[in-house]
Antibody, heavy 125, light 107 residues
Framework: QITLKESGPTLVKPTQTLTLTCTFS??????????VDWIRQPPGKALEWLAL???????RYSPSLKSSLTITKDTSKNQVVLTMTNMDPVDTATYYC?????????????????WGQGTLVTVSS | DIQMTQSPSSLSASVGDRVTITCRAS??????LNWYQQKPGEAPKFLIH???SLQTGVPSRFSGSGSGTDFTLTINGLQPEDFAIYYC?????????FGGGTKVEIK
């Protein structure tokens, strides 16, 4: 059974750096075709994909946030860390991490399943 | 970036109704389209992959169709537990993108 859980601060001040950790079990991030992604959701709004890290350490970022995001993994600890610099009140959201992997040998045939429970981060002074 | 547009943004329906939600991609994504269901205070739940394949355990009243740029999610015989927000998501290319969501409310 795959599980993921996000952890980190619930409140950050504007301009601070946010560091979130996704701790997972039930799969290995060294297995070919696997990634862990971060997605966020402002209160009452839609889902927004932020970043991913693949089993081979390839990383992708949302173009609109690329300059402020860094994603890393620690395979031995089964953890993925997302840092976001220069936080702003508009970054107030629930942040989710999710498991994703290729299916049928097709790198486009993939989906987010399962998701972590999410962690609400509020940006306020 | 591939933009995903869902319609309607919300709808009211009664238990037993048939509900159809539309998702349109800004360019062809073949069948690389997934659907999720989200209830208040919960993480999204994965429902459908490849535009039309139900995830294991998802009730058969849910169905998906479409390819290219136009997709639909249909719920045949809406049940009380189906009142939620539904999101489509393309996996064709990064950045991965979601639709704006469709809220299914009780009439």
């Amino acid at each position: 059974q795959i599980t993921l859980k996000e952890s980190g601060p619930t409140l950050v001040k504007p301009t601070q750096t946010l560091t979130l950790t996704c701790t997972f079990s039930g799969f290995s991030l060294s297995t070919s075709g696997v990634s862990v992604d971060w997605i966020r959701q402002p209160p009452g709004k839609a889902l927004e994909w932020l970043a991913l890290i693949y089993w081979d350490d390839d990383k992708r970022y949302s173009p609109s946030l690329k300059s402020s995001l860094t994603i890393t993994k620690d395979t031995s600890k089964n953890q993925v860390v997302l840092t976001m610099t220069n936080m702003d009140p508009v970054d107030t959201a629930t942040y989710y991490c999710a498991h994703r992997e290729y299916h049928r040998g097709d790198h486009r045939y993939n989906w987010f399943d399962p998701w972590g429970q999410g962690t609400l981060v509020t940006v306020s002074s | 970036d591939i933009q995903m547009t869902q319609s309607p943004s919300s709808l009211s329906a009664s238990v037993g109704d048939r509900v159809t939600i539309t998702c349109r991609a800004s360019q062809s994504i073949s069948s690389y389209l997934n659907w999720y269901q989200q209830k208040p205070g919960e993480a999204p739940k994965f429902l459908i992959h490849g535009a039309s394949s139900l995830q294991t355990g998802v009730p058969s009243r849910f169905s998906g169709s479409g390819s290219g740029t136009d997709f639909t999610l249909t719920i045949n015989g809406l049940q009380p537990e189906d009142f939620a927000i539904y999101y489509c998501q393309q996996s064709y290319s990064t950045p991965l993108t979601f639709g704006g969501g469709t809220k299914v409310e009780i009439k």
